[in-house]
């Protein structure tokens, strides 16, 4: 296998999931040479992820899909030339297959026969690149999503691949993360001289580091050129596809005045928790009234998952106190969301996960969004219309019989909120619920709560998304880094 940086090609290249009547790319032509840097834009659902997938390898076989021209490794069909490109996927947690932290690193390495005295190195090495300083025993499963996404770009840095392929690296760090992530990304071409592909819907994350930008669309590809060029000349097709260009901000209609109804969830003294006994933050206050907007913000791993997860009653709080009032505690025996039974969350409080896909249970999107509907038992044309209006709000309707895994990460992210508003719950509980969105879509999402708040939902989010909080005109509980390890 040839060493240094890899060469990449397609050739009318496209993909169709299986299942599916219009393909997820199609078309695609295009040379990147070795060493080049290219920024992949395009709107969401345009086929970027998958074209990643196929460079990677790991799109499966003629079960998975129908692959239509060729995409090609240093020559090579991109299928047989695995070790040349190494992929960060948009969902970290996916990439992640060892127990410890230092083991996942050097799993890729150990994989492509690297000299175990070789591997140690590499570990320490990749590792202080993306600035993720933790122990090497410690467990993947207690890392935060943000420090997920930092272990699965060490453990590709590790493998030293001829081409990197970024899927959104930075979509759920803190912005000294996304600094910290780039410049590291900067560091490693620079003294291996990969070829870089990398997907951002944010234009000015990568401005400064990639050379050209290629743009995706329907029919293949929209744009093609250096970076200063295309982003001057097709600023208007940029625009069109949703990019987020420098210094421009997605219009949207002012958000709804502070919530003023009555008190839904209050938190005293609250310690949460992903393991009992093992606090991540203690001493929370906060009070979530009818219509508010609250953002949860913060550093990664500071514990803002675990506290919107306790928020939402899926996880139970060490100590203090979290309780429903007012007419959200209407109809429940207890005041404790966590001992609430499902259907009693189910009109009482939505909830997205930070991974989209770890919530999806059916085969289609359709089935996906009417299973919370079916579950309070509404009569099917009422459910089946409330879907159909979600699906087209949201762009999903096309796609309402495919499977929610073969979805984009931006499209999967909307079908999670979808699900969580179906059955019209008083709080909804978000965890970067803008993650994956084109300014376009972020937009929809935008305006969709703020209409949802009108009507007397709260909305509690985890973001790291600053424009979000000003767009929705969000109060934000900050939770700081903890200091030497104790809880704040």
């Known amino acids: 296998m040839p060493a240094g940086p890899a060469r990449i090609e397609a050739r009318g290249w496209g993909w169709r999931h299986a299942g599916r009547r219009r393909s997820a790319v199609r078309d695609v032509d295009l040379v990147i040479e070795p060493g080049e840097r290219v920024l992949l834009l395009g709107a969401s659902g345009s086929g970027k992820s998958t074209l990643l997938h196929g460079l990677a390898g790991v799109l499966g076989g003629s079960e998975e899909g129908e692959a239509s021209g060729r995409l090609l490794v240093d020559g090579r069909d991109a299928a047989d030339a695995r070790g040349r490109t190494g992929l960060v996927l948009q969902d970290p947690g996916a990439q992640l297959v060892m127990s410890r932290l230092g083991d996942d690193v050097a799993f890729g390495a150990e994989n492509l026969g690297v000299p175990p005295g070789e591997i140690a190195g590499r570990v320490r090495e990749a590792l202080d690149a993306v600035g993720l300083d933790l122990p090497l025993d410690r467990p993947t499963s207690a890392l935060s999503g943000g420090q997920q996404q930092r272990l699965a770009l060490a453990g590709v840095l590790a493998m030293r691949p001829g081409a990197l392929l970024l899927d959104e690296p930075t979509a759920n760090l803190d912005p000294d993360g996304v600094a910290e992530v780039r410049d590291a990304v900067a560091r490693v071409l620079d003294a291996t001289g990969a070829t870089l592909v990398v997907i951002e819907h944010r234009v000015d994350v990568w401005a400064s580091i990639v050379q050209r930008v290629v743009v995706l669309g329907d029919g293949g590809v929209l744009a093609d050129g250096p970076t200063e060029r295309v982003l001057a000349d097709e600023a208007g097709v940029l625009a069109a596809a949703g990019v987020w260009l420098p210094g421009r901000t997605p219009e949207t209609a002012p958000p709804p005045a502070a919530g003023t109804g009555p008190e839904l969830l209050v ?222």
């Open 267 to 488: 938190a005293e003294g609250l310690s949460v928790a992903r393991v009992a006994g093992q606090p991540l933050r203690g001493g929370i206050d906060l009070t979530v009234s009818a219509g508010d907007a609250l953002a949860i913000t913060g550093p990664n791993g500071v514990g803002k998952s675990t506290l919107a997860l306790t928020l939402a009653g899926l996880l139970r709080p060490d100590a203090g106190t979290l309780e429903a009032r007012g007419p959200l505690a209407a109809g429940v025996r207890h005041p404790e969301p966590i001992r609430w039974k499902p259907r009693d969350l189910l009109t009482r409080i939505g909830t997205v996960f930070q991974s989209p896909a770890h919530q999806f249970l059916r085969a289609t999107v359709r089935e996906e969004l009417e299973l919370g509907p079916r579950a309070l038992r509404q009569p099917p044309a009422e459910r089946e219309a409330r879907a159909e209006g979600i699906l087209e709000r949201l762009g999903l309707l096309r796609l309402a019989e495919a499977n929610p895994f073969t979805l984009s990460g931006g499209e999967q992210r909307r079908l999670s909120v979808a699900t969580a508003i179906a059955t019209a719950p008083q709080v909804l509980v978000l965890d970067e619920p803008t993650f994956g969105q084109d300014a376009n879509t972020w937009a929809v999402l935008v305006e969709l709560l703020a209409e949802l708040r009108a009507a007397g939902t709260s909305v509690v989010a985890v973001t790291h998304d600053r424009e979000f909080v000003r767009a929705t005109g969000s109060r934000e509980h900050r939770l700081a880094a903890a200091r030497s390890g104790v809880p704040a």
